[in-house]
Antibody, heavy 114, light 109 residues
Framework: EVQLVESGGGLVQPGGSLRLSCAAS????????MNWVRRAPGKGLEWVSY???????YYADSVKGRFTISRDNAKNSLYLQMNSLGDEDTAVYYC????????WGQGTLVTVSS | QTVVTQEPSFSVSPGGTVTLTCGLS?????????PSWYQQTPGQAPRTLIY???TRSSGVPDRFSGSILGNKAALTITGAQADDESDYYC?????????FGGGTKLTVL
């Protein structure tokens, strides 16, 4: 069974940093493109970033230069390093498999507030 | 900047059929964008319904179907049920990025 479990969310002050993790199981992690997608309160889903199986990386303009996606195939894990966080980054962050995406994690909440 | 357009809201009667659409602010949606549809109810993770235009995700009932209608992608729900009341998002895979539509809030009443 495919499982994606996010962790690392929490409360952070504006300008702060946070690192999200996504633990994958039930499939061959290394061959899949992986994504981060978020949903801010009262808004729709927004793609954040993806990393291909060969580590090609893309970011949404809204996070470019502040967020860094990475993966560790040996640990079946996906990461999102988030720096210079602002109020607009408050959201539930989802890890999602594939391009196009087929499986999603349950999400981890990031709240940016002083 | 290219925007993916969806109806903000739609209503359907129980047992009825509804077609939600997904367009581009400039140009046409084609299969080369692998249009996909996701369902999200409040407090839940998104669920993949359709990917690559018309492929149903595992476990999705066949009353959900995807297609290209004219210059848009479309999601058709046949025999709508109460628990279909949800937000539906169209996604287009465009080269270096992924574009989400703003979502359609579907009411079943």
């Amino acid at each position: 069974e495919v499982q994606l479990v996010e962790s690392g969310g929490g409360l952070v002050q504006p300008g702060g940093s946070l690192r999200l993790s996504c633990a994958a199981s039930g499939f061959t992690f290394s061959v899949y493109t992986m994504n981060w997608v978020r949903r801010a309160p009262g808004k729709g889903l927004e793609w954040v970033s993806y990393i291909s199986s060969s580590s090609t990386i893309y970011y949404a303009d809204s996070v470019k230069g502040r967020f860094t996606i990475s993966r560790d195939n040996a640990k079946n894990s996906l990461y999102l390093q988030m720096n210079s966080l602002g109020d607009e980054d408050t959201a539930v962050y989802y890890c999602a498999r594939g391009r196009p995406t087929d499986y999603w994690g349950q999400g981890t909440l990031v709240t940016v507030s002083s | 900047q290219t925007v993916v357009t969806q109806e903000p809201s739609f209503s359907v009667s129980p047992g009825g059929t509804v077609t939600l659409t997904c367009g581009l602010s400039s140009g046409s949606v084609s299969t080369s964008y692998f249009p996909s549809w996701y369902q999200q109810t409040p407090g839940q993770a998104p669920r993949t319904l359709i990917y690559s235009t018309n492929t149903r995700s595992s476990g999705v009932p066949d009353r959900f179907s995807g297609s290209i209608l004219g210059n848009k992608a479309a999601l058709t729900i046949t025999g709508a049920q109460a628990d279909d009341e949800s937000d539906y998002y169209c996604v287009l895979y465009m080269g270096s990025g992924i574009l989400f539509g703003g979502g359609t809030k579907l009411t079943v009443l």
